[in-house]
């Protein structure tokens, strides 16, 4: 499978970090809010926005829920699932 260069740097900049994975990874299974997401990987929630923050940029999770100021629900973009098949 030829993957192109951009998409082959997102893997890396995933596999870069084991937070970033390990929410990857964690995504897969259902929507997500920050807290859950950091109750499950031991990772203080404002550290996890910050993670949450970075995927979203990169087009890896997105925000199903933006109007919602607690609680929002994260998932994996297309993008993100790709990207999983990798890890």
């Not at 970090?17 to 997401?37: C, H």
């Not at 550290?47 to 629900?73: E, M, Q, W």
């Amino acid at each position: 499978m030829c993957e192109s260069e951009e998409f082959l740097e997102l893997v890396a900049y995933v596999r870069a970090s084991n937070r970033r994975m390990d929410i990857i990874k964690f995504l897969s299974y259902d929507l997500k809010t920050p807290k859950e997401i950091g109750n499950e990987l031991n990772i203080r929630t404002n550290h996890i926005s910050n993670l949450l923050a970075d995927l979203r940029k990169r087009d890896l999770v997105v925000c199903v829920t933006p109007n919602v100021h607690k609680g929002r629900l994260y998932k994996l973009t297309d993008n993100g699932n790709k990207v999983l098949n990798y890890l």
